[in-house]
């Protein structure tokens, strides 16, 4: 199995900053790489998929970005909306997985 | 607007079962895939597997093949998830997903609360 691996599990940041979430996958995955949006009371959301392309309706604050089998979220301009928990989910192979998710909190 | 709502949650004891629901609605479920994840407390989320949009194919996370079951109603725009045998670490949020254009999953439903314990 595609091993996950999410940093930091926790980070805390301001209003107006800008932070980077990471996610290193076990072995290669090319761009196969999705990242979720976790809030209480709503449903999970998909932000970006394919490593870099934002899902319609991601704002444009959030990019994505690959180095290997390192990736990136990059939340530039924190608002208020945006803490909240993400993940990181591999689909190049089955079984599919996920990072163990980064909260990330005012 | 797409819409997934699961059901079937509850209580449980050990080594008995439980069969999920999943109602979808706002876009053409027979043409979906569809995916059932889960998320045990205080944990990140694990995928449980997924069936095609015809039914044709499903895959199983290793962990729960043989002792989880995933179908579909296509006529009742419905996916259910069929669990035996359950233990104590299945304890968990149950999700159902709709796939996109790739394996992503790009909605979920709000999840059912699956308890079990004596």
Same mark, same amino acid.
């Given at each position: 199995d595609v091993q996950m691996t999410q940093s930091p599990s926790y980070l805390a940041a301001s209003p107006g900053e800008s932070v980077s979430?990471?996610?290193?996958?076990?072995?290669?995955?090319?761009?196969?790489?999705a990242w979720y949006q976790e809030k209480p009371g709503m449903t999970n959301k998909l932000l970006i998929h394919s490593g870099s392309t934002l899902q319609s309706g991601t704002p444009s604050?959030?990019?994505?970005?690959?180095?290997?089998?390192?990736?990136?979220?990059?939340?530039r301009s924190l608002e208020f909306e945006d803490f909240a928990l993400y993940y990181c989910q591999q689909f190049n192979e089955y079984p599919l997985t996920f990072g163990s998710g980064t909260k990330l909190e005012i | 607007?797409?819409?997934?709502?699961e059901s079937g949650g509850g209580l449980v004891q050990p080594g008995s079962s439980l069969k999920l629901s999943c109602v979808a609605s706002g876009f053409t479920f027979n043409k979906s895939n569809m995916h059932w994840i889960r998320q045990a407390p205080k944990k990140g989320l694990e995928w449980i597997g997924l069936i095609y949009y015809d039914g044709s194919f499903?895959?199983? !996370?290793?962990s729960m093949k043989g002792r989880f079951t995933? %179908?579909? *109603?296509?006529?009742?725009? !419905?996916?259910?998830?069929?669990?035996?045998?359950?233990? %104590?670490? *299945?304890?968990?949020?149950?999700?159902?997903a709709k796939q996109g254009p790739l394996?992503?999953?790009d909605a979920w439903g709000l999840g059912a609360s699956v308890t079990v314990s004596s």
């Open positions: 979430i990471s996610c290193k996958a076990s072995k290669s995955i090319g761009n196969n790489l604050r959030f990019s994505g970005s690959r180095s290997g089998t390192d990736f990136t979220l990059t939340i | 607007e797409v819409q997934l709502v499903k895959y199983y !996370t290793d995933i %179908s579909r *109603d296509n006529s009742e725009n !419905t996916l259910y998830l069929e669990m035996n045998s359950l233990r %104590s670490e *299945d304890t968990a949020v149950y999700y159902c394996y992503v999953m």
